[in-house]
């Protein structure tokens, strides 16, 4: 209070749809090869619409396997009007994808568990074509692709849990990758 008075918090003021609209792109993006996250031993269908929807936020690619209920859940759970830049892993062995990806000047970033792990906050934003490999939500990402990481980053926690699910780890990295945290 200042002479009596009660301060007025200032206003906060919610940008209009239109205005929104206007500092959006027009049209989906195209590959631009940067940002890569690759959710390649998917569980549930529902977190890869919601990392899909991630990925055009922060301007990144999906890359998944072609499993057989892959396609559907994608358009099932992808919610924006155009579409989103998505990579097909031909492969059944994710591992040799990831393997191709490295050889060909990929830095890969795995989310995992590992005694040499950078904590999130610590990761640096991508400077060159970065995979954000993504495991599977029970086992984590297997162990013949862990030897195929150049750096394996983790999500502090304080509760009882182990990890989060795939999506929310995943749009975590993607946006702190990406430089927008």
């Known amino acids: 209070m200042s002479g ?15 205005e929104l609209r206007r500092a959006r792109r027009r049209r989906a993006h195209r590959c ?10 998917p ?19 999906l ?15 992808n919610t924006l009007r155009r579409p989103s830049c998505v990579h097909w892993i031909g492969d059944r062995d994710p591992a040799a994808w990831l393997e191709r990806e490295r050889a060909a000047g990929s830095r890969i970033v795995g989310v995992e568990l590992a005694d040499e ?3 999130l906050a610590d990761l640096p934003a991508a400077r ?5 490999v993504l495991g599977h939500e029970r086992h984590g990402i297997p162990a013949e692709a862990v030897d ?6 983790e999500i502090p926690m304080i509760g009882t849990g182990t990890s989060l699910n ?6 975590l990295v993607l946006y702190r990758l990406a430089g927008l945290l």
Do not use: K, Y
Request: net charge positive.
């Open 63 to 77: 890359a998944v396997p072609r499993l057989p209920w892959v396609p559907e859940a994608l358009e099932r759970g």
């Open 43 to 61: 569980m549930h269908g529902a977190n890869l619409g919601t990392l899909l929807r991630t990925c055009d936020a922060v301007g990144a690619c």
């Open 128 to 132: 060159s074509r970065t995979v954000a």
């Open 4 to 18: 009596g008075r009660a301060q007025a918090a200032p206003a906060i003021r919610v940008s209009p749809r239109r």
């Open 148 to 153: 195929l990481l150049d750096l394996a980053v």
């Open 117 to 119: 792990a950078v904590r």
């Open 166 to 171: 795939v999506a929310v780890a995943g749009s």
């Open 32 to 41: 631009w090869g940067h940002l890569v996250a690759a959710p390649l031993w």
